[in-house]
């Protein structure tokens, strides 16, 4: 059964995602410190690759309780985010379907991976061999550190040209 999200491009398939996905790209921030956002704000980093632009979302918000999620967008198709790292937050219930994990809870930290037909409502423990995010228990702790896994994962090659700051609690 397809599930198709209206905010999805037609032209969204497999090998587009793969390919935004893996385009090595760099930061493009002049300043060569990075401020991380503090709790209950939000901000974006932005990437270029040889054909593409990106922004990194950092999003620090939270409604009920505090969350923590970065997110990797291609300005075309800026509504479709390719992937999304939950770091806190709640578990996710993975939809019904053909696909590994369908109909299944993923615990928190997660990630989601844009799919052509499920958007990006599908969530893979970050050991997962799809998900490619081995992180530890004490990088947990550490923003900057899940900061620089993250851009590592969406193919960000000057990563180490920038400082980080931030707050020095996660929470």
Known sequence: MKI???WWED???FSIINELITSLKRIIELNP???LPEAGKSDKIELKSNSFYFWVDINRKGRKK???TFQLREKQHKDSPL???DIIG???PNPPGDFPLAGR???CPHLHIAHPDYGDSIAYPLDDNYAKMYITDEELHEIDTLL???LERCNVGNINDYNYEYQTELL
Do not use: A, G
């Open 4 to 6: 198709y999200y209206d």
């Open 11 to 13: 032209s969204m398939d």
């Open 33 to 35: 410190t990075l401020k």
């Open 66 to 68: 505090p969350q923590c």
């Open 83 to 85: 992937l999304r790292l």
């Open 90 to 92: 709640p578990d996710h």
């Open 105 to 107: 809870v993923i615990p």
């Open 148 to 150: 620089k896994k993250f």
